[in-house]
């Protein structure tokens, strides 16, 4: 076997791992044939291995051969050559995909390990291994990917898999109006990717990634656009990434993920998902040295954020939402980095910056026990920690900020006000005006309910009876 | 024009119009299903059977062996070519998907015998390209939901004045083209108005009330079988698409877009399931129309590409509502209702339906949204964005609507709610074709491209569309006569549909 065919075997090893655990996931619960927790477990460990394993004989066989960029062509998968429109199935391994794929690896890995105890004889177990495995597939192509378009696609199974974990304890409706608020920033981040990829293809005349960026290894790879171009297709993916990771003005969704059980918060909000974005900026980095425009509203973003997350964190009354703060400071110093042009530190950061919040986010759920230990062993109460603001609470500066931190920037209430209720307002007229019209066309009369006789012969409110028949 | 192997097409439309006199002869409710079940079956086997011997015989058209309309009729009459061969089966399988996810307990109230007279009617305008016999179909097509309501004794008022505008322009306007001939253009006014009554069919914004309406005063079962086909596509496919002149089909693409976004900005503040589902779906189909643009294949490969992706996703999102409302009653979109204990697999199956629909990677709206995209951003890149935020709309209303169903609180009941396994078999076999069409794209991709083709290549030789293709003939070939420059893109267009057949050999080989 040679070289090539060794490469490719582990490479299509790491892809069809994932694909495997979400199809054995998938198959039985559609056949109504529901695996055990046990055997779950177990097809989760040795895929998540598998996959381990050959990333990293991936990465060993190019240490050992000195290759820094390896593609792996699956073909085409869509093909219309008079159209110019191909989706090409083409990943690369390199030196940004990786030690992202490693750390997705490694991090779900240890994720499924714990979460295999932590939600023993829960109901939504199976659930939750299955939005599991969707995430793990949507990470490894998201990082592996060598087209705009395989990248999309993983992006986006990312983003369900992480709505739905948000909502997973979804008999109580708190999880769910918070997964459906994250959803909702999701999509805004979908829409303004997709728009960018085929902006892409229009600027490139495709969607891989090497026609954007030239044949050189990341991260020595020129844009090969105008600098318009490459603002504007940039501004677009800045959008994307912004809605990902949690940027402001989007920062709100991270504190909400935290409704998700525990290891779901770890690996996707404070280690993961949370990191897409700037993995993105990472990926299409090229076009930041194209705009130096671009490049500062990247470090601008990055720095506001990293601000307001250290600002709102400190007002936090609860670890989880204090660590997703926290988070949200790391990605915005992750982000100014990279628009800053220093790639590797940006790189090394997101990986120790993910290893240290998942540990932080798996401890936390002990941490009142961890603490009654400590007080048990000293013998009385521990000292709380006196706050170090400057301001202090008191002055109306520090007043002011208390009030900025304590409602999170108001960000969420801002984007209420300004899109969510006018929205809302606007198409409940256009519905009221609607049904008056049908009702006026009905000769029926406005406002009163409609009529209907088929419950034992008797009028009644259309509304009040059980017109299940109507199903029929 | 070729034959196919066996009179596949008369078979698919006869059928069901037997089936639908055989079980009159019944008066037992459970025999009228089952028979029902078996005439819509078979109607389904040979609408596949009329497809694949199509794909099998490698040509643009075919019509039936032993063509007994063609006998009687001197005109072929039923023809089966790359526009309509998946739509029939497609019809087909929403109808039999209808019927046989009907409840047992339900049967009484659902009128068998009409289901299968529309599936009739529907299988013959799609297996029809005289525009007359097109014309007449579509008119009866709007008879039995029509019937339903009258004997439901709610108000026909709405879906008659919508419906008879419909059918008033349709007539005029074929009248109009008939008698402005078939040589050379035709006016604009006529244009206009058989373009109108296909908008009204489709329900374009703001003459859409009819379909809202619909969904509020009859079955779900009779208003889901009506809309979903989208006939009115089909319409402007045959009827408006070989006559129209770019300006006009930018028109209709425009107030397409339009009614998808609004559409999906409706959905958004609806609080009954059915009104959700009349604007989600139209939002989702007002798309197919959106794709028509300049007439440009790759807007069409899009358009048609979409069809199908909504057709099979939006069919099965309807079910799903259907089933649930068929155990719950009617269900108001204000609370909460979690539904997904008792019916985890409904729950799945809407949510999967619901991602195809907005074209989430991995099933079968995904590619053919990319499609359309591209094809409209080729044309104008507002309608590219506009399409785009309809779709992430559209994805906010499909998992706030999931939310509201089956989650955020326990549902308490002492019956049974979970799915029959009749309901089971409609899910697996929806669930199949969305995955595999989403993950084997290619074949049905490359066979709406060969669709679009041969209706940009109809108009190219209407003269009322110059593509790439013709511009350089006309650039090259100043003195040619139109017949040949014509029978130059036909050979163009033989060449490039070989191509592509070579490519998808190519890449099965490569697979």
């Given at each position: 076997m040679d070289l090539d065919s060794l490469f490719k075997l582990l490479g299509q090893g790491v892809l069809a791992m994932p694909a495997l655990l979400i199809s054995v996931l998938g198959v039985t619960t559609l056949l109504q044939r529901p695996l055990g927790e046990r055997t779950i477990s177990r097809w989760t460990s040795a895929c998540v291995s598998l996959g381990l394993l050959s990333a990293c004989g991936v990465l060993a066989l190019m240490l050992s051969t000195g290759r820094r960029q390896v593609p792996i062509e699956l073909g085409h998968w869509v093909n219309l050559p008079t159209e110019h429109f191909h989706f090409h199935l083409k990943f690369v391994f390199d030196r940004l995909s990786v030690p992202f794929v490693i750390l997705t690896f490694v991090l779900v890995g240890t994720i499924g390990a714990f979460a295999n105890r932590y939600l023993h004889r829960e109901p939504g177990y199976r659930r939750f291994f299955f939005l599991y495995a969707l995430f793990l597939l949507g990470m490894v192509l998201a990082s592996l990917a060598g087209t705009i378009e395989s990248l999309f696609f993983g992006w986006e199974l990312v983003g369900l898999s992480s709505a739905l974990l948000v909502a997973?304890?979804?008999?109580?409706?708190a999880p769910v109006v918070n997964g459906f608020r994250i959803w909702a920033i999701y999509r805004i981040a979908d829409a303004a990717f997709l728009l960018g990829a085929v902006a892409l293809h229009h600027v490139t005349g495709g969607g891989e990634f090497s026609g954007l960026?030239?044949?050189?290894p990341w991260p020595q790879g020129v844009a090969a656009v105008t600098e318009m171009q490459a603002l504007a297709v940039g501004l677009l993916l800045l959008v994307a990434a912004a809605g990902k990771s949690g940027?402001?003005?989007?920062?709100?969704?991270l504190p909400r993920a935290m409704e998700g059980p525990t290891p779901s918060s770890a690996v996707f909000y404070g280690a993961l998902s949370v990191h897409l974005g700037a993995f993105l900026l990472l990926r299409v980095s090229p076009l930041l040295k194209a705009s130096p425009w671009l490049a500062a509203a990247v470090v601008a973003l990055g720095l506001a954020t990293a601000v307001f997350g250290a600002l709102a964190g400190r007002a936090q009354s609860d670890v989880k939402s204090a660590l997703a703060f926290a988070s949200a400071t790391q990605v915005g110093i992750i982000t100014a980095e990279i628009g800053l042009g220093l790639r590797y530190i940006a790189l090394i950061h997101i990986i120790g910056h993910a290893c240290l919040r998942t540990l932080q986010l798996l401890r936390a759920p002990t941490l009142l026990k961890d603490y009654h230990a400590m007080e048990d062993a000293i013998g009385g109460r521990l000292q709380p920690v006196e706050p170090v603001a400057s301001g202090g609470p008191g002055t109306p500066r520090g007043l002011w900020l208390y009030r900025f931190a304590l409602s999170r920037g108001g960000f969420d209430a801002l984007i209420d006000r300004l899109v969510v209720h006018p929205f809302v307002a606007l198409f409940r007229v256009c519905n009221s005006l609607e049904r008056r019209w049908t009702t006026w066309l009905c000769g029926e009369e406005v406002g009163r309910p409609r009529m209907s006789t088929e419950v034992g012969g008797a009028e009644v409110p259309a509304s009040a009876s059980v017109r299940t028949e109507d199903a029929a | 024009m070729r034959e196919l192997h066996l009179p596949w097409l008369e078979l698919a439309v006869v059928i069901p119009f037997l089936g639908s006199l055989w079980v009159r002869l019944f008066r037992n409710p459970d025999l009228v299903r089952r028979n029902a079940l078996l005439a819509s079956g078979l109607a389904l086997l040979c609408a596949i059977g009329a497809w694949r011997d199509f794909v099998l015989l490698h040509t643009f058209e075919a019509h039936d062996h032993w063509d007994v309309l063609e006998f009687l009729t001197d005109a072929d009459l039923l023809v089966i070519d790359e526009l309509s061969a998946p739509l029939i089966p497609l019809g087909a399988l929403v109808y039999f998907l209808t019927m046989l996810s009907t409840l047992r307990t339900k049967v009484k109230r659902f009128s068998f015998a009409r289901a299968l007279v529309a599936e009739s009617l529907l299988l013959a305008t799609f297996a029809c390209r005289q525009p007359w016999a097109i014309c007449v179909l579509m008119t009866l097509k709007t008879l039995p939901p029509y019937l339903e309501l009258r004997q439901r004794r709610e108000s026909t008022r709405v879906y008659r004045v919508h419906m008879a505008l419909f059918i008033g322009l349709l007539l005029a306007g074929q009248a109009f083209v008939a008698w402005e001939g078939s040589a050379g253009q035709h006016s604009t006014a006529t244009v206009l108005i058989l373009a109108s009554a296909m908008l009204i069919r489709s329900g374009v914004a703001p003459l859409h009330c009819w379909m809202t309406d619909l969904f509020e005063r009859a079955s779900f079962g009779t208003a889901l079988m009506f809309v979903t086909p989208m006939v009115g596509a089909y319409g402007a496919m045959r009827l408006v698409l070989p006559i129209a002149p770019d300006w006009v089909l930018q028109m209709i693409s425009v107030a397409s877009i339009f009614t998808a976004l609004y559409a999906a900005c409706m959905a958004l503040v609806q609080t009954e399931v059915r009104r959700f589902f009349a604007y989600i779906f139209l939002s989702h189909s007002s798309l197919v129309l959106a794709g028509?643009?300049?007439?440009t294949s790759s807007g069409l490969t899009g358009a048609l590409c979409v069809w199908l992706s909504v057709g099979l996703a939006m069919g099965g999102f309807g079910l799903t509502l259907r089933a649930i409302e068929s155990r719950t009653g009617p269900l108001s979109l204000r609370e909460f209702h979690g539904l997904y204990e008792h019916t985890p697999m409904l729950a799945v199956f809407f949510l999967l339906t619901g991602l195809a629909a907005i074209g989430f990677p991995g099933t079968i709206g995904f590619v053919a949204l990319e499609i359309l995209v591209e094809g409209a951003v080729d044309v104008t890149s507002l309608a590219g964005v506009a399409i785009v935020v309809a779709t992430a709309l559209n994805g906010l209303a499909v998992l706030w609507a999931y939310f509201r169903i089956f989650t955020g609180t326990r549902h308490q009941t002492s019956v049974d709610l979970s799915i029959r396994p009749a309901e089971r078999f409609a899910v697996l076999v929806l669930t199949l074709l969305i995955l595999g069409g989403g993950l084997l794209p290619q074949p049905g991709v490359a066979s709406r491209h060969h669709a679009a083709m041969h209706l940009v290549s109809s108009r190219t030789q209407s003269g009322l569309h110059v593509d790439e293709v013709g511009s350089d003939h006309e650039a090259e070939t100043d003195d040619d006569s139109p017949s040949e420059v014509n029978s130059d893109n036909d050979r163009d267009l033989q060449t490039q549909s070989d191509r592509d057949d070579a490519t998808d050999n190519q890449s099965t080989d490569t697979d």
């Open positions: 997973y304890f979804h008999e109580r409706p960026m030239g044949v050189d940027l402001v003005p989007f920062t709100g969704w | 028509l643009e300049s007439a």
